[in-house]
């Protein structure tokens, strides 16, 4: 038996990481509708146990996990930490003594509680005393009944609103006016304003490096030369490869010996995050965590096939969010990119397997299980090694956030 699972991030009205919502299923193909409510919440438990750490999913953010009634009543809450998780009542269960009951247990507990998909009735008014969120699907509820829900809330001032289905950047800012806390949908990984950015010397340099590691044979002198005309990149090269992540036994001195004992693979890595990370600055966290993991992912798919050379994956995984990064369409980056043209057609015409690998890492992130099983099957990728890779991509780009934040 394998265990699926998915994130999506939850934001602050300053575009930080508040949470991530934990997306489980009972598998690709047996996805919901298909699954039973209370399956799935009893399979992700199992799974926060036996499969992986939430640790591993959720760093020091909460993760909000939907409860069913029956799931509620077994006390399946109590088995996870209540500083970890937002115990998230699903919009299927019906107001009433039972659940208001379950409601004030768990408010007693410390538990964090949240309205999913909220729909407004004069009922829900019990409940308020012990709901610290209220989720409100944007799409769908009109501004006069989240002006209802407003009032209504006047004598709570404890509840924050979370707007769901938040898709583009115009929707964030209304929901913003509107008085929402949290955001929840993908509207950060898509360009906000259309328009051109000019690249610093530094991003150049960076480039540059890019262009010349993208080699069949790379000239380590010429890169060593780029280094050493950049001090601060220097600088954050010996950084990175004396961190933690490698675990060497001696300390390296020297861009040469960097250069040398990094190999040819990982110099890549190191220079498609930072490349990343610096025309990212003025973006959520989260955007670049989510590059990151994308790159992990994409390198893991091709590990399992032999279609594509694992550090060309890592590469289109890192760039498939650069026009979300540089607020502009893919192709206006691509042009300014010395990338392989198997990436740029990956990429801007979104055809070939990278491509795919693409569209199925964006399943994952939707947790559209029932996609991502045709893509999968299209790829002929094993199956049951899909999850584990995923759930290292995960992990691995956690490593990453650290490692840059003790470059910065």
Known sequence: MYFYAARQPILDKNKQLFGYELLFRDGLVNAFPNIDGDEATSKMIEGSQFSFGLDDFLGDKPGFINFTLETLVKKYPSMLPREQIVVEVLETI????????????????????????????????????????????????????????????????????????????????????????????????????????????????????????????????????????????????????????????????????????????????????????????????????????????????????????????????????????????????????PLAAEIKVALVERSGVLATYIRLIECYENADWEQATQLINTLKLPANKIPDAYHHAVQWANEQMKALGELA
């Open 94 to 337: 019906q107001p009433g003594k039972r659940l208001l009951a379950e409601c004030q247990e768990l408010k007693e507990q410390g538990y964090t509680l949240a309205l999913d998909d909220y729909v407004h009735r004069n009922v829900w008014r019990h409940f308020y005393p012990y709901v610290d969120i209220i989720k409100i699907d944007v799409r769908t509820t009109s501004d006069e009944t989240i002006d209802e829900i407003k009032q209504a809330l006047t004598d709570f001032p404890h509840i924050k609103l979370l707007a769901e289905k938040v898709e583009t950047n115009e929707a964030f800012q209304h929901a913003l006016k509107q008085g929402f806390d949290y955001f929840q949908g993908f509207f950060f990984s898509k360009p906000e304003i259309l328009q051109t950015r000019a690249l610093s010397p530094a991003q150049l340099a960076l480039a540059e490096l890019l262009y010349e590691t993208s080699k069949a044979e790379i000239d380590l002198v010429k890169i060593t030369e780029v280094f050493k005309r950049d001090v601060t990149l220097s600088y954050k090269l010996l950084r990175y490869s004396n961190s933690a992540i490698f675990r060497r036994r001696a300390e390296i001195e020297t861009i040469k010996h960097a250069l040398v004992v990094l190999g040819q693979a990982e110099l890549k890595k190191f220079l498609s995050l930072l490349f990343t990370a610096q025309i990212s600055t003025d973006k959520p966290a989260e955007l670049l965590r989510m590059a990151m993991t994308r790159a992990c992912f994409a390198e893991g798919l091709a590990a399992l096939s032999s279609n594509v050379p694992q550090d060309k994956a890592y590469l289109t995984g890192m760039m498939s969010l650069m026009d979300a990064i540089l607020d502009e369409p893919i192709q206006s980056v691509m042009e300014k990119l």
